[in-house]
């Protein structure tokens, strides 16, 4: 018994040694520098992770920004507003959200979310914000800001629901010591639920973004595959997880996969880190109780 | 100042739980009056509906007149407006705990609109010392968070926190029920004073406590009213077999 | 001196403004975040259900340009794939679970073995195929469905692990006693009694690691690798119905898209099935032996 328990530590273990012996190779020809230079150039053995570095981080802010308004948005309309009844069922279809795999999201969106911006949205992007720099032609569909919707979809769900367990835990009595003041609803859900809550809340967002940095499959699928720091959303961007699922196989030499273990070796690094702070703040809200989504 | 509170054929229900039956009392204006009983009688029920806190339950409902000063309050006003003009303190002191204390007593005011540096300042020393804890935190009060100090304080903190909005009437579910005894006494001192200002109606399941603070006593059983007279009279002479045998303890 | 706070009507206004904006924000999201939802299952409907025939579930891809043919190497992959992991990842997790429940609560060991299941449970799935890679792939010199079985099953630890904790936690200890009373000697009671009543809990938790991981590409990339012929045998290469569906999605024939939704629509519906299943078991009382 103890053994078996013990036998999780040792796979963690197995699995960090195995990635830092294989990225060797570039961790002792680039040290640090690996994250900072932007050129990947496998034919040359130059090798630059900035590109996905900065994909990974702009594609995921993008999730973020659109998920969290929305996540907040429903997990308080589930807990404080919506009728007994609804409850239940819209419970269900958020954890269904998080059921679709992401292969099944790519699939989508490849064949659906993919036009309908290339079609519809860029070009009104394009007209009425082009002036940021941050939409500009050539359109493809495919993209940063693609990536980003995606990604938006994917992880709203575990905010969500992470965000409705700390509100829920939210004792009544703070609620009722609004009211009594003479509060509206929306003053008891903000003084008296989400200030409380907002420790957590912040968690649960910390947690979203681990979950979107290391989102492979749909993300893969549209972002369009081309390692180039560009201010234009609708331009090609490319992944730290992306690169590493599109060219791994590929990989012909040894400093080449050891460049790509090196990204992965980072992926794996920061999201330990990023999800340790989350569950530390949403710990510290609901006292212990772990959180039964992930 | 406070006002009277008349009430008209009060009928509450919990769903299909027929909670108060046909109540009917006028509470006096500046007074204290206490309402005591076994538990589940519905004191708790008939308080909460008197600012409108019982429709926050889903299944709750309401008919019957409450007339507080001159206003019916199921009829003329917005729950939103009845319960800015009634103040409750509860059983658990529930004081906010981002707050700061200065934070958790303006936090009535701010709601309303009013944010003016001086007028929050002088509120909050007024309503602090009114309800006997200004000196003890006047050193701390925006360092220190509500729920930092002892429950007695924390509950002189709800006090406050009522007060500031200057309502007519206060409202105090078992308010010392959680407290230990010297914290109890310090709040009884308190109803006695604030009694001169506001209407008060305390619920207790102490009797001595009744005795002690309450001009008027109301003796609750099983959803209905059995009497209502003065504390005196109550406690020395009931008119009704129940209440006597409530009070000598022969059950609740 | 009566209520010489008197609120404004402007005050009054905005906030009964407010109130209603926050209303209709929150309707507004809760919309947004359930139409993608339903527009991904009505098109995978739409797109995938006319190509659910026989021939989907009993043939092997035709060659290229040829119409027809289906996914059975993929879905028996994934099956074999899935089998080789919850072989490996059943039990672990549930001894780790009963570790965790019965002899560790509050002490050291036991805290850092959930912090570890937590960080495990946070790998990317990617970075775990890369590292299942190095492990077997590499020194076994070929691509096997024992390897990625090996990845899916370390992945679904973490969820066991945790659901046969807290089930077990359940379990009264009015149970336990009645164990411990009649003599037996303590990991015996554990093993006979607790996971006995707590297995509907255990087995839904084992399901819903199943159903997680079931739809999982990114650890197959590199360790199953995909086949396009029939095949079962662990010690090479396998078909996965994930990976199929990522390869035909990019791929630029029709025909191979048709049979991506398709695939696509019998993953959904196997994990779909597999979350209700799981959610009605818990919310109908999980502990029925327990009361």
């Known amino acids: 018994m103890v053994l078996c328990a013990l036998s999780i530590f040792a796979i963690v273990a197995l699995i960090f040694t195995e990635l830092i012996l294989r990225s060797q190779l570039t961790i002792a020809k680039f040290g640090i520098r690996f994250f900072f230079g932007s050129a990947w150039d496998p034919v040359n053995n130059n090798f630059g992770a900035l590109p996905f570095v900065y994909g990974t981080l702009v594609s995921s802010i993008i999730a973020l920004i659109i998920a969290v308004p929305l996540a907040v948005g429903v997990a308080v309309f589930i807990t404080e507003m919506c009728p007994r009844m609804l409850r239940g069922i819209l419970a269900f279809l958020t954890e269904l959200l998080a059921a679709i795999p992401s292969v099944v999201y790519g699939l989508w969106a490849v064949f659906v979310l993919v036009p309908i911006l290339r079609e519809h949205v860029d070009p009104l992007l394009i007209k009425v914000l082009g002036w940021t720099g941050l939409f500009a032609e050539p359109n493809f569909g495919i993209g940063m800001l693609a990536a980003g919707i995606i990604l938006a979809i994917m992880i709203l769900p575990i905010i969500s629901s992470l965000t409705r367990e700390v509100m829920s835990a939210v004792p009544h009595s703070q609620r009722e010591a609004v009211l009594a003041l003479g509060a509206t609803r929306w003053e008891m859900i903000r003084l008296g639920v989400l200030r409380n809550a907002r420790i957590g809340i912040v968690g649960s967002i910390i947690l979203g973004l681990g979950r979107a940095l290391g989102e492979t499959m749909a993300v893969t699928m549209v972002i369009g595959n081309s390692p180039q720091i560009v201010k234009n959303l609708l331009a090609p961007g490319y992944s730290m997880a992306s690169v590493i699922a599109n060219e791994f196989s590929e990989a012909s030499d040894d400093m080449y996969r050891s460049a790509l273990i090196e990204i992965g070796l980072a992926l794996f690094l920061v999201t330990i880190v990023v999800n340790g702070l989350a569950r530390l703040l949403v710990w510290a809200v609901t006292r212990g109780a772990p959180p039964r989504s992930a | ?252 | 001196m009566a209520n010489q706070y008197k609120t404004s009507a402007w005050n009054r206004h905005s906030r009964f403004v407010s109130d209603h904006l926050a209303t209709g924000l929150a309707v507004l999201s809760t919309i947004l975040v359930v139409a993608p939802l339903i527009a991904i299952f009505i098109y995978l409907l739409y797109k995938g259900a006319s190509s659910l025939n026989l021939a989907f579930f009993t043939q092997v891809p035709k060659p290229v340009g040829e119409a027809g043919g289906g996914m059975a190497n993929s879905i028996v992959g994934s099956a074999v794939v899935l089998a080789i992991a919850s072989a490996m990842g059943v039990p672990l997790g549930i001894a780790a679970g009963v570790f965790l429940a019965e002899f560790g609560q509050g002490g050291r060991l036991a805290n850092i073995v959930r912090f570890t299941a937590d960080v495990l449970n946070g790998v990317p799935s990617i970075v775990m195929g890369v590292a299942v890679y190095s492990l077997i792939v590499l020194p076994q010199k070929h691509f096997s469905a024992f390897a990625g079985g090996v990845a899916l099953g370390i992945m679904m630890i973490p969820t066991i692990t945790r659901t046969t904790e807290e089930m077990l936690l359940m379990v009264p200890h009015s149970i336990r006693e009645a164990a411990l009373g009649l003599g037996v000697p303590n990991w015996r009671s554990v093993l006979s009694v607790s996971l006995r009543t707590a297995s509907p809990g255990v087995i839904t938790g084992c399901m819903l690691a199943f159903a997680r991981v079931a739809g999982e590409t990114a650890p197959l990339l590199f360790t199953a690798f995909g086949n396009q012929f029939w095949s079962v045998n662990i010690g090479q290469p396998i078909a996965a119905l994930s990976l199929q569906i990522y390869v035909y999605a990019l791929s630029p024939y029709d025909e191979w898209h048709r049979l991506a939704w398709a695939g696509a629509l019998v993953l959904i519906i196997l994990i779909v099935v597999s979350v209700s299943l799981v959610r009605y078991v818990t919310s109908r009382g999980v502990l029925k032996g327990a009361n």
């Open chain 2, 1 to 252: 100042m406070g006002v009277g509170i008349k009430v008209e054929n009060l009928n509450a229900w919990y769903g299909t739980n027929h909670a108060l039956l046909d109540i009917n009392l006028h509470i006096p204006a500046q007074e204290a009056t206490a309402l005591i009983g076994p538990s589940g009688c519905g004191k708790s029920t008939f308080v909460r509906c008197l600012n409108r806190m019982h429709e926050t339950n889903p299944l709750a409902k309401v008919t019957g007149k409450v007339q507080i000063g001159e206003i019916d309050i199921y009829s003329d006003v917005s729950p939103v407006e009845v319960r800015r003009r009634i103040g409750m303190v509860f059983q658990r002191p529930n004081p906010f705990p981002t707050m700061s204390i200065y934070d958790n007593v303006a936090s009535g005011l701010r709601l309303n609109g009013f944010g003016n540096r001086r007028v929050l300042d002088e509120v909050v020393e007024r309503s602090l010392r009114n309800a006997a804890l200004w000196d003890e935190v006047k050193a701390d009060l925006k360092k220190k968070s509500g729920a930092s100090l002892s429950g007695g304080q924390q509950q002189r903190l709800c006090i406050a926190r009522a007060l500031a909005v200057d309502p007519e009437v206060l409202l105090m579910d078992e308010p010392a029920s959680a407290l230990d005894p010297v914290s109890t006494a310090k709040i009884e001192d308190l109803i006695f004073q604030l009694k001169s200002q506001y209407t008060i109606v305390i619920v207790t399941h102490n009797m001595q406590q009744a005795a002690r603070v309450a001009e008027r006593t109301g003796f609750f059983l099983n959803g209905k009213l059995v009497e209502f007279d003065s504390t005196h009279k109550i406690f020395t002479n009931p008119g009704d077999k129940r209440t006597e045998d409530y009070i000598t303890g022969r059950f609740g």
